[in-house]
């Protein structure tokens, strides 16, 4: 549950690059039916499971939320690599030709 709700909410984020090579991310409206679906779930899985008997502690809660934004992380990261470096330059930002120092 908790990938997956990571990996939706790193697919439905809007990435892109500043002209000074930044890279940034915001969230759409598809995003946020995404968090809401897996808050849903997220509650309904802990409902039940009360109803059971099962009692989660905040360990396990907090291994989701740890998952879930490790996935969302990976995703993001695996977009922002394939996304093309400002200005046509390396996206790291280090100059393609090395620089020449004066000499004194």
Do not use: C, N
């Not at 679906?37 to 502690?57: C, N, S």
Request: hydrophobic residues 50%; aromatic residues 8%; positive net charge.
């Amino acid at each position: 549950m908790g990938p997956a709700t990571g990996a939706g909410w790193g697919w439905t984020s809007r990435l892109w690059r500043e002209a000074d090579g930044s890279l940034w991310t915001k969230g759409t409206s598809a995003t946020v039916f995404v968090r809401t679906g897996g808050l849903a779930l997220r509650a309904a899985l802990f409902g039940a499971a009360v109803l059971v008997g099962i009692h989660h502690g905040s360990a396990a809660l907090m291994s989701a939320l740890a998952v879930t934004l490790a996935v969302r992380s990976d995703v993001l990261m695996w977009r922002a690599g394939q996304m093309r470096p400002a200005y046509g330059g390396p996206a790291d930002g280090m100059a393609s030709q090395p620089t020449w120092k004066d000499r004194v």
